[in-house]
């Protein structure tokens, strides 16, 4: 009887996982559009300023995305080991993965849940970029990378994304400035912060959908 309940548990977690996997492998095409529209814009507009440099060398804080459940196999585990090659403070996305990073003793700055639902990937990346923009507006933050899961083919990979400072564009690949009603730094300050959340979702949706893989794969 025991074997039989776990059987119909171990069939609807399959199920669930497989409809998500559907519902992010339906949104992924649009998030990745919606995130290269934004580099695109990104590059016009720094066509309006001066060459400038990017940045010093200090070491970004880290938005590790992990997981909110667990049946994953060691999906948080790679993440983590990854993660801990530098140095804190880190933001941890996913109750599970939180768990496991203060079970390693890692500094974690700031926790933030992972979605469950595909459909609730873009209000969390929304809620997570506000945060961070406050952060920045303050003072706090200049430099920040994430750290997310991805398929590539069977395997799931890590990789690493950076987020800020953006990247600014060479003269050699910069095309004629656009034409534009705001002042040169407001309307870069309006595409930059639309571009990280752009970039957020984009990592958080591909998170997800390697989650789901996983636990398809595990179930």
């Known amino acids: 009887a025991g074997m039989a309940e776990l059987g119909r548990v171990v069939t609807a977690m399959r199920s669930l ?13 649009g998030i990745r559009r919606y995130a290269a529209i934004l580099a695109d814009a990104m590059a016009g ?14 070491v970004p804080r880290l938005i590790v995305i992990g997981t909110e459940r667990g049946f994953v196999g060691a999906f948080d585990e790679r993440l ?3 993660a801990a090659a530098e140095p804190g403070p880190y933001w941890i996305v996913g109750a599970r993965a939180v768990q496991l990073a203060r079970a ?6 700031h926790a933030a849940a992972m979605p469950t639902r595909a459909a609730g990937v873009f209000p969390a990346a929304r809620a997570l970029a506000a945060e961070l923009e406050q952060r920045v507006a303050a003072g706090e933050l200049v430099h920040l990378a994430a750290l997310a899961s991805r398929r590539d083919g069977d395997a799931i990979a890590i990789r690493r994304v950076p987020l800020l400072p953006l990247a600014t564009a060479r003269p050699s690949e910069r095309r004629t400035p656009p034409r534009h009603q705001l002042a040169p730094l407001a309307l870069i300050a309006r595409i930059a912060g639309e571009r990280v959340l752009a970039e957020l979702v984009h990592v958080m949706m591909e998170s997800f959908a ?4 996983t636990r398809l794969r595990a179930m």
């Open 17 to 29: 996982a497989a409809a998500e996997l559907q519902a992010s492998d339906r949104a992924l095409p």
């Open 45 to 58: 507009a720094r066509a309006l300023l001066p060459d400038s440099s990017d940045g010093d060398a200090a």
């Open 80 to 82: 983590l080991d990854r």
């Open 104 to 109: 390693r003793h890692l500094a974690i700055e």
């Open 210 to 213: 390697a989650e789901n893989d």
